[in-house]
């Protein structure tokens, strides 16, 4: 019955997971699944849809595989460990979309179909695009086998990004954690599914902002965490004071402190992880060591000699970085001040002039970093052996970012169009062309040879003479004037170029336009570092600075490649790698700018609508056919709508399906019939379908399980009414033949029977047993088959009887005699049988304060003794902490039990009087296996009252007997002892 009922809950709870489907639910709560609307074409409808998930909490919606998420700025309780329970192993589509559903399918495809696999997380900064990544490396760390191992490069996965968080993440106008460089992260899996490595590809550092924020923004993360929470001792060996507002790189932004960003906890986050990642001591020494000599780089400042050139005072600034490089104070100097020419033969130093010392500064502060970052993210990948935005003043690496979604959404529609025409393909089912925007033109209008905005950019920057900013932008309107894609101010119309600066250019992505300031792009694409700074760093003691600019460098006097050429090759690997791998996608949305719950911006939400391609995505999945399924999991679902499909179908799926959709009245042209898959056109026809199966759904389903469950319930009791008549046929009839042959000797016919006969005559035996072991005329007459057996028994019953209350009273007597004054009179009362089995006894207990008398019952059991008021505890006593027990020589009743207490709040002694005096100890002997614990004192016994107070107790003569309390705080009891005199008992209370 328990699996049968199991059974029907789960169906129920599958039934009220499904009701999202529902007419009423698709009104309230709109569409799980984009792919599903009506006007897939219509902007609005999407937004629409959007706003009414995000308004009852359901941030996740599906465009077909693609996962939508909009960021709620709260709490909703949805990533909890019961939560990854639910979607581990379960279809894509039953349960509402998740990222977990995601990473679950993604996870159990890859080892289904051991190929590779790749997630795609892209959206606007702070539309939680580094909080998507973390939850899905948890779901693996959870849901992936666990083996020692295992566990370790888990721990080291999840680790690595509070590492990388700190030193590539900093804040921005748009978002407080706001990843400055692309990530590709790499998780390898073995056969069995279990994570055994990884490895992480970064691209494009952003740099500059070590040396500069805008207002309102601010450096790395890990600046601000060393200077606010770095140990006092640490500080002081890197010469750093706990103030920010000191370090002219960190102020830039003028926003050192963020609200919600604690940089305490999270250098302690930092740390630790970098311990269990397993950085030695000495590499993370020479780590900070890099952080702060990039601070104190900052604060290096020049003035200018009577000729005009650079000139260092000797600052203390000098003095740390020579400490913490380990390079001279004279060689840094020098450094940073002058610039090695080549003449001919010979080399001369050429002074700077402050500006350019300060370029110098600031060039080698990024290079620095930048290497110190590289250096970092190759050490996690050796331990472990995305963006699209639109800035109020968008630079040079703004304009890389936007190139990098270029070629992703580029790539994103080209592998999208190839796996729908591959799955229609596979089942057999005509393709239709699909019209979408072809992004090619963009991106070649970036990055065509010679003729593209890089070459153009990488050109100015090579060339000789004075090439500016502008004359970049001039080279630009020359090359691009007439470009559909491609605006300035020069050649703009009009109206237009009262929205341009004459030192900007616009590009019209496929997401919409955007325009870029052209100051800063040759310096930053530049990014040079004077060779004879990059020699004074390949003298530096610090291990990873020499790491990072190691004497095998080649010192070619051919200039570097610029970061926007760098930037494209590594864009072209990137490529290369997720051609090689199966797609998958989360979208990631920020339903407004103020990071505020339950606000949704249309106008916010439809920009990012239009720029992340999901009208693009969701035309190319809709392309002919708006919902597939298999034809098992469509059957399972749909058959109660059809009597011959239900409750089983005989045939294949695939005939059961077409049997259901005949029955449904479906049209030819509303649906195909694939080889595994049927495929169905319009979503009309689906929740046509839904709504019919609503209905029945609470109602005709429910009463056909409970017939099925009644069925298999009668069944059931008719089977095990009938093995059990049997059972009885076969015992009557061995009892019958036992009986026929009870005189003779036993054999395989009577062994039952004559079994039978002892047990019943033992059993009888056991209730009318004789009261004395001399009365031995009233035993029952036994059977035959005893035999001299029962003498035997007679023998034992007289031996053993007296033999337990014996051994007690031994104990007793070896505790008490001639100890105690009233003993005597106890050996002749047997101790009573209940009590000495299931061992309980009334007792008074006196109260610790004031003595107050309170009636209990003491219970012993197998570990402690409890004192009982009304079935609720009032004290249990562990015989592991029971220190003794203390009794008078007289003839009172009293005994005082003795706790082991070290807490204030644990009570203390326990002070009762027990009329089973003798009985209740000697069996508190025996349960606690304690023989040697009671003491008989003579005169006071001495009691805690708690820890630190005492109490005593004494004893004197007297005529009566009197329980009271003393006004000098003594307990006063008067007894009569055995001889006639009287005895006073005091409990004195001291601190």
């Known amino acids: 019955m328990y699996m049968f009922s199991k059974s029907l809950e789960e169906r129920c709870n599958r039934i009220l997971r499904d009701m999202e489907g529902s007419l009423t639910a698709r009104d309230r709560v709109g569409i799980q699944d984009f792919v599903l609307l009506d006007a897939y074409t219509s902007e609005s409808a999407v937004l629409d849809n959007l706003r009414k998930r995000f308004n009852e909490n359901l941030i996740y919606t599906y465009i077909g595989t693609l996962l939508v998420s909009v960021n709620p700025y709260k709490e909703l309780g949805i990533y909890t460990k019961k939560q990854m329970d639910i979607y581990m192993g379960v279809n894509f589509f039953e349960l509402p979309p998740h990222i977990y559903a995601l990473a679950d399918n993604v996870y159990r495809t890859m080892l289904t179909e051991t190929n590779n696999h790749f997630i795609l997380i892209s959206g606007e900064s702070g539309a939680g695009k580094t909080e998507a990544s973390k939850k899905i490396l948890q779901f693996y760390a959870v849901s992936c086998p666990s083996t020692k191992l295992l566990d370790n490069v888990r721990d080291r996965l999840l680790l690595s990004n509070p590492v990388l968080e700190a030193f590539g993440n900093a804040k921005t106008l748009k978002n407080d954690n706001s990843s400055r460089f692309g990530k590709y992260m790499d998780i390898q899996f073995d056969h069995m599914g279990g994570a055994v490595g990884g490895h992480i590809l970064s691209y494009l550092l952003e740099k500059s902002r070590v040396v500069h924020q805008n207002h309102g923004e601010r450096s790395f993360h890990i600046f601000y965490q060393l200077v606010e929470g770095g140990e006092e001792d640490l500080l002081r060996w890197l010469g750093l004071e706990r103030n920010c507002q000191r370090y002219s790189y960190l102020v830039q932004g003028e926003c050192a402190k963020v609200s919600s960003v604690n940089d305490k906890s999270d250098w302690k986050t930092v740390r630790k992880a970098l311990s269990v990642i397993e950085f030695s001591e000495s590499n993370i020494e020479s780590l900070f060591a890099i952080i702060a000599s990039v601070l104190h780089l900052g604060n290096v400042t020049f003035v200018a000699d009577s000729q005009g050139y650079a000139t260092l005072n000797n600052s203390p600034e000098i003095h740390w970085l020579s400490k913490l490089l380990g390079i001279p104070a004279q060689v840094i100097q020098v450094g940073l001040t002058h610039r090695k020419i080549e003449a001919r033969s010979e080399e001369v130093l050429s002074p700077f002039t402050v500006d350019q010392a300060v370029y110098a500064k600031d060039a080698l502060a990024k290079a620095i970093y930048g290497r110190t970052f590289t250096w970092l993210v190759n050490e996690l990948n050796e331990s472990l052996a995305d963006w699209y935005c639109v800035f109020s003043v968008n630079s040079f690496e ?370 009318n047993l004789p009261k004395t072991v001399v009365d031995k005329n009233t035993w029952l007459t036994p059977p035959p088959i005893m035999g001299s057996l029962t003498d035997h028994l007679i023998y034992l019953y007289c031996v053993c009887l007296p033999h337990v209350q014996l051994q007690i009273k031994g104990l007793t007597s070896s505790i008490f005699k001639g100890t105690k004054e009233n003993y005597p009179h106890s050996v002749g009362i047997p101790f009573v049988d209940t009590r000495i089995s299931k061992y309980s006894v009334p007792v008074v207990k006196y109260d610790r304060n004031g003595f107050r008398p309170r009636f209990r019952q003491l219970i012993y059991t197998g570990s402690a003794a409890y004192l009982v008021e009304e079935a609720k505890i009032k004290q249990r006593v562990e015989f592991n902490n029971l220190k003794g027990v203390s009794v008078s020589t007289l003839s009172d009743n009293f005994l005082i039990l003795h706790v082991q207490c070290e807490d204030i709040k644990q009570k203390g002694d326990l002070v009762l009087q027990c009329d089973y005096l003798f009985e209740a100890l000697t069996k508190l002997c025996l349960v606690a296996n304690k023989h040697n614990f009671i003491k008989v004192v003579q005169g006071s016994v001495k009691f805690d009252i708690q820890p630190g107070r005492e109490g005593f107790v004494d004893f004197k003569s007297g005529q009566e007997t009197m329980i009271y309390r003393a006004k000098n705080g003594h307990l006063m009891v008067l007894y009569i002892t055995c001889m006639g005199s009287v005895v006073t008992y005091q409990a004195k209370r001291s601190l």
């Open 398 to 767: 703004q304009f890389c970012i936007n190139y990098c979604n270029e070629k992703l959404q580029q790539l994103f529609i080209q592998l999208t169009l190839k796996s729908e025409q591959e799955e229609y393909e596979m089942e057999g089912i005509e393709w239709e062309s699909v019209p979408y925007f072809n992004n090619k033109i963009i991106c070649d209008l970036v990055e065509e040879k010679f003729k593209g905005i890089i070459s153009v950019l990488d050109e100015e920057c090579l060339r000789p003479g004075e090439a500016t900013d502008m004359t970049f932008l001039e080279k630009l309107e020359e090359k691009m004037g007439g470009h559909a894609h491609f605006v300035t101010h020069k050649l703009a119309d009009q109206k237009t170029r009262k929205t341009l600066e004459r030192g900007d250019f616009r590009l019209l992505h496929y997401a919409g336009e955007v325009t870029y300031s052209v100051v800063g792009f040759l310096d930053k694409n530049n990014d040079l570092l004077y060779r004879n700074i990059k020699e004074v760093m390949r003298q530096s003691k610090n291990a990873i600075v020499k790491h990072c600019f190691p004497s095998t460098e080649p010192d070619s006097k051919k200039r570097p490649e610029t970061v926007a050429t760098q930037f494209k090759s590594s864009l072209v690997g990137l490529t290369e790698i997720l051609m090689s791998k199966e797609p998958w996608y989360v979208r990631c949305m920020k339903p407004n700018e103020g990071k505020q719950p339950g606000l949704f911006d249309d106008v916010l939400v439809r920009h990012q609508v239009k720029y992340l391609g999901l009208m693009e995505h969701l035309r190319v999945r809709r392309a002919g056919f708006a919902y597939r399924r298999r034809y098992e999991i469509f059957l399972q679902r749909y058959k109660p709508l059809c009597p011959d499909t239900w409750p089983n179908w005989k045939g294949t799926a695939a005939e059961g399906v077409e049997c259901l959709v005949k029955h449904l009245g479906y049209k030819p042209d509303e649906y195909k019939m694939g080889r595994t898959k049927i495929f169905i056109r319009h979503p009309r026809t689906l929740f046509a379908t839904e709504d019919a199966f609503e209905p029945i759904t609470l109602s005709a389903c429910v009463v056909l399980l409970a017939t099925k469950i009644e069925t298999c319930w009668r069944g059931m009791k008719a089977r095990r009414e009938r093995e059990k008549r049997a059972w009885a046929v076969k015992v009557i009839k061995r009892f019958i033949k036992g009986f026929m042959t009870r005189n003779q000797p036993a054999c395989v016919d009577n062994t039952d029977y004559l079994a039978f006969v002892r047990q019943n005559y033992l059993t009888r035996l056991k209730e």
